[in-house]
DNA sequence: GTCTATAGCTGGATAGAC
DNA sequence: GTCTATCCAGCTATAGAC
């Protein structure tokens, strides 16, 4: 029988390597989660992939679950290491530039990967779709991946925009959370309702249209939700 | 062995009726798969919280598949109604209110069935989990449902924002569609980073927040996305 | 129409040879 | 460290009594 080597990938000083099973591993299995999700994926499709052997996933990471969290470790960090550089560039006592803010926030998590060969888009979209998973696990993994940064950033937010309540900020920081998955998930929805013409998988164009709307998203004074009026009694 | 009764129901005028099976198979489903997702929940699950029988269900649906297709087309046609409807009663030609077209848009898809007494909130979770996942099942399910109000929508949007191009204002459907399920997902996210100060599942709550912001965003010139530097040669 | 029983698979995980 | 062979729990779906 004759072993994969599609999953072999080449440098750019021209060598070519062969990854090792618990990297070729993790990249399979990275793309398949991120494709057809965590519980859809079965390790013999994941092990066939990777062109190894169903022992293997076990010897090297013991369970399919422990799998998911050293990708998920892995790829975070850079992610948020990159946010806090970016965001410590920015001087934020002296006019703070709110477009600077947003973009260190998002940049590094639309386009971390992008620069590699293989499985670096794959983590976007799995991230993504773990982020909208009301359950528990991935939960929890995503919470110690980016809590600290992200409250760094409410932070800064808040040093931007002196003028908006604290309330309203967390909740306009919710906001960019659901437009940043969403762009991430990539579900093709907006490209068949325009028939292809918006792509969010072109990251320059996603964050060059999506920073100036959540800047002015964020920007709105919070008086004027009161031309907003309420249709049905509040419960 | 004693019949659940947990799942009977009281109407408005105080009578009290044990559902359908049917039906209360449709509304423990949906529950389920809303709060772990649709691979996560076995049939064996569901005809236990119903309080039916394994066949029962593939008497009355068939499949799993059938069932989750059945729910979400009950589900999905009054929203999609009620948005034509909203979007009906405003004036396009004359001063279009950008406002009350969001309103009209978001209002049916974050309160359908909150006035049910189980299983309403549930369908609007089950909804955003579908529209991140990139599954060719649960993405043409959606389409078939709200493609034409979204693109009714899109067109009102148009008529409100005479100076914003074509292609912006689809950009930023987009945006809005992910601000939108993810308040819908109600992920959790944002509670843990505020303590629960900020909660997407109050719904008057997120819509009054919610519009506001998505006007502003719309109402953006394209112009000011100039300030955006690019920190990295697109690809 | 409702149930029990079970067929027929596929899942994650492991034992043990090499 | 890599493989084959296998365990067995859990799954969807169906057959057939009542």
């Not at 052997?53 to 799998?67: D, R």
């Not at 892995?74 to 560039?89: D, F, N, Q, V, W």
């Not at 996603?206 to 920073?211: K, P, T």
């Amino acid at each position: 029988m004759l072993k994969s080597s599609a999953l072999e990938t080449s440098l750019d000083d021209g060598s070519a390597i062969k990854p090792s099973a618990r990297q070729r591993l993790m990249d399979a299995s990275e793309q398949l989660f991120a494709e057809h999700g965590w519980n859809a994926v079965s390790i013999r499709t994941i092990v066939a992939a990777a062109g190894v052997n169903l022992a293997a996933l076990h010897y090297h990471f013991g369970s399919k679950e422990q799998l998911l969290s050293e990708i998920f470790t892995a790829r975070a960090k850079p992610i948020a290491l990159e946010r806090i550089r970016l965001l410590s560039e920015i001087d934020l006592d002296d006019a703070p530039s709110l477009e600077r803010i947003l973009e260190a926030f998002l940049r590094p998590a639309l386009t971390i990967g992008s620069d590699v060969r293989f499985g670096g888009r794959a983590f976007v979209k799995l991230r993504a779709r773990l982020a909208t998973e009301p359950e528990a696990v991935s939960r929890r993994i995503l919470a110690n991946a980016f809590d600290e940064s992200s409250g760094e950033f409410l932070h800064a937010l808040a040093r931007a925009l002196p003028e908006i309540p604290q309330a309203e900020l967390e909740w306009r920081f919710h906001f960019m959370l659901g437009t940043m998955f969403y762009t991430m998930a990539d579900a093709g929805r907006i490209q068949s309702l325009t028939n292809g013409r918006c792509d969010p998988g072109r990251v320059e164009d996603a964050l060059a249209h999506i920073i100036p709307f959540l800047a002015a998203g964020f920007r709105s004074k919070p008086e004027l939700k009161s031309t907003i009026r309420s249709r049905r009694r509040p419960k």
